[in-house]
T-cell receptor, first 112, second 115 residues
């Protein structure tokens, strides 16, 4: 079935660093979504990608929909403390009413 | 409020107890989804409603799980005879339209702990 593999599982950032994470699948997705989840909250949509090759920005966040439709990446530039949290990639399951498949997440923490 | 709300936010149940989790979607949203999020994992789909019709319940893990949305707005997820493996955060999401993908707005979730 459709699955999403995210990497890295976790990473530590220092304020001001750029961050990159990605998501791959063995099957094609027609829409790629990137969510952020803070502790005790539900996921919040950051960026939605609808077209292969599409590169979309939202402030300091940039995401790309891979040409093969089997991968996507998310970059965060000049990270700030409030960027910590868990980032999920997701996509709608094929032949569904839009129910989403999520990756396992990339946990962003601040370097001690 | 303008967003999706869920209650209770936290629920502790003894094994074997029945629980009911409530979701208030954004007013006017046609579609409503329930997801289960185990610790350290991404959310996993449970069931989907279009208005009051439950069109997809393929993700419900067992017949102990039951969901309803009788008037096409508020939804309740019921778990009978809870087991320890039911411990998770239960997320509700709603979207304005139906069919294919429309942006889903998530509630804060109900954290269920089964002792």
């Amino acid at each position: 079935g459709q699955q999403l593999n995210q990497s890295p599982q976790s990473m530590f950032i220092q304020e001001g660093e750029d961050v990159s994470m990605n998501c791959t699948s063995s099957s094609i997705f027609n829409t790629w979504l990137w969510y952020k989840q803070d502790p005790g909250e539900g996921p919040v949509l950051l960026i939605a990608l609808y077209k292969a090759g599409e590169l979309t920005s939202n402030g300091r966040l940039t995401a790309q929909f891979g040409i093969t439709r089997k991968d996507s990446f998310l970059n965060i530039s000049a990270s700030i403390p409030s960027d910590v949290g868990i980032y999920f990639c997701a996509g709608p399951r094929v032949r569904s009413q839009g129910n989403l498949i999520f990756g396992k997440g990339t946990k962003l923490s601040v370097k001690p | 409020g303008a967003g999706v709300s869920q209650s209770p936010r936290y629920k502790v149940a003894k094994r074997g107890q029945d629980v009911a989790l409530r979701c208030d979607p954004i007013s006017g949203h046609v579609s409503l989804f329930w997801y289960q999020q185990a610790l350290g994992q991404g959310p996993e789909f449970l069931t989907y409603f279009q208005n009051e019709a439950q069109l997809d319940k393929s993700g419900l893990p067992s017949d102990r799980f039951f969901a309803e949305r009788p008037e096409g707005s508020v939804s309740t997820l019921k778990i009978q005879r809870t087991q320890q493996e039911d411990s998770a955060v239960y997320l509700c999401a709603s979207s304005l339209a139906a069919g294919s993908y429309n942006e889903q707005f998530f509630g804060p979730g109900t954290r269920l702990t089964v002792l």
